[in-house]
């Protein structure tokens, strides 16, 4: 999104706001990114501010007085309190903020179109599960057009007609301060790390952002109708390494100056040669072993290493120790005889997912996503939610379920006999 006078300055770059990270992708989405549906988004500056701002409250007495009253040419949220009553607040123009969009929905108005994650789906070009959590308009992100940018997440976004609706049936109240304020169906969860997204990162507590921005702990269920408790002390306002669940897909956002630190796709690449000139060998074979390029990422290859993930020895692809009764699942290890799984060994191709610049040293178990000890450490210990009660971690690449003691391992390679 260039403004005219920065396609005239080739050497006035935008501001970049940050960058959202669909979890569970391996650098792209399986079947390639196409258009607003992607595995990452990058959020620019706007030539023009199009942010709102919350101006006037209308009390209406029917649905329909309601809809007369939001069907301007401007945006606003309606409360449907009974069928008697409806609140429509109406949202002004904001010349000092820009709005993203991210929902189902690949209507206008959506920025970033994203679809439910199916864990492993790399490799699966049949990704769409049948029915979807995610919201059609899930949430919305306003950043400050002036430093230090900041970007401030809220749960809903405005559709076509420019309103959102929260029926009879949403979590909605009345504040304090007499103003609306209420809860998605499925909610928009957001966790906020401590010490940012270094290698020091720990992981923080989920909770619940309303339409209005506010915080809250959890409900008792996803879409439970009594809401959390207020948290006063912390606020939307998003952080590097923030985590955002729509409920079907978890997406990390980082900020423009954290991703100055992070890895680029060029570090990766040239670690990538570094483990591959050092010539690891396979114990049995002999042959020599090589991660193949970032380009074929999911289709295995003959030099391709192996793992035993229950102690780390990395060979090539053999028969050895398969055992029949084992139905190829498990199997033993000819160098320390330990009995496990036995599976083919990734890079991790998605630089944002990296907390530091770490050789590949470590893999996820039971995937086999290779990257940095710290970055394997970080992410085995965030519970990301899973339906529509219960947490687990997950490989941040594939979005598989952790397995095994740490959910990671450390690679035990070979290197050459001469």
């Not at 206008?108 to 049949?126: A, K, M």
Request: with cysteine; net charge neutral.
């Amino acid at each position: 999104m260039f403004s005219p006078d920065q396609e005239n300055h080739p050497s006035k770059a935008p501001v970049k706001y940050g960058e959202l990270i669909v979890l569970g992708y391996n650098g792209s989405l399986p079947n390639g990114d196409r258009g607003r549906r992607k595995s990452r988004f990058a959020l620019f500056k706007r030539p023009k501010a199009n942010g709102v701002k919350p101006s006037t409250v209308h009390i209406a007495c029917t649905p329909q007085a309601a809809k007369a009253i939001s069907n301007k040419d401007q945006h606003s949220i309606s409360y449907t309190l009974s069928r008697a009553q409806t609140v429509v607040v109406e949202y002004t123009h904001d010349s000092n903020t820009d709005m993203f969009q991210i929902g189902r929905s690949t209507e206008s108005p959506i920025d970033f179109v994203v679809t439910d994650t199916v864990p492993g789906s790399q490799c699966n070009s049949d990704t769409q599960s049948v029915q979807s959590t995610i919201s059609r308009f899930a949430c919305r992100i306003i950043c400050e057009r002036n430093p230090p940018f900041t970007a401030r997440i809220y749960a809903a976004g405005f559709d076509s007609s420019k309103n959102i609706f929260l029926g009879e049936k949403a979590a909605k109240w009345k504040t304090s301060d007499g103003q609306m304020d209420g809860l998605t169906t499925n909610g928009v969860l957001v966790m906020h790390p401590r010490s940012g997204f270094t290698e020091d990162s720990k992981p923080g507590i989920w909770r619940e952002i309303s339409v209005c921005g506010n915080v809250f702990s959890l409900r008792e269920t996803r879409s439970a109708q009594q809401r959390g408790k207020m948290v006063e002390i912390e606020t939307n306002q998003l952080q590097d390494g923030s985590l955002i669940d729509l409920c079907g897909a978890t997406l990390l956002w980082r900020t423009a100056e954290g991703l100055s630190h992070t890895p680029t796709v060029k570090h990766l690449e040239a670690l990538r040669q570094e483990i591959n000139a050092a010539r690891p060998q396979c114990p049995v074979g002999f042959n020599t072993l090589a991660f193949p390029s970032m380009k074929r990422k999911d289709v295995v290859d003959e030099k391709q290493p192996w793992v035993y993930l229950n102690c780390g020895h990395v060979h090539g692809y053999h028969n050895w120790g398969n055992k029949e009764e084992r139905d190829g699942k498990d199997r033993e290890c000819p160098m320390c005889r330990s009995v496990g799984p036995y599976v083919p060994l990734w890079l991790g191709c998605e630089a944002g997912f990296y907390v530091d610049a770490g050789p590949p040293t470590h893999a996820f178990s039971p995937c086999g996503h290779v990257c940095s000890e710290k970055t394997t450490a970080y992410w085995s210990q965030i519970p990301l939610p899973h339906g529509t009660h219960t947490f687990h971690a997950a490989c941040p690449f594939c979005a598989h379920q952790l397995a095994g003691e740490q959910g990671y391992i450390r690679l035990i390679f070979q290197g050459p006999l001469d």
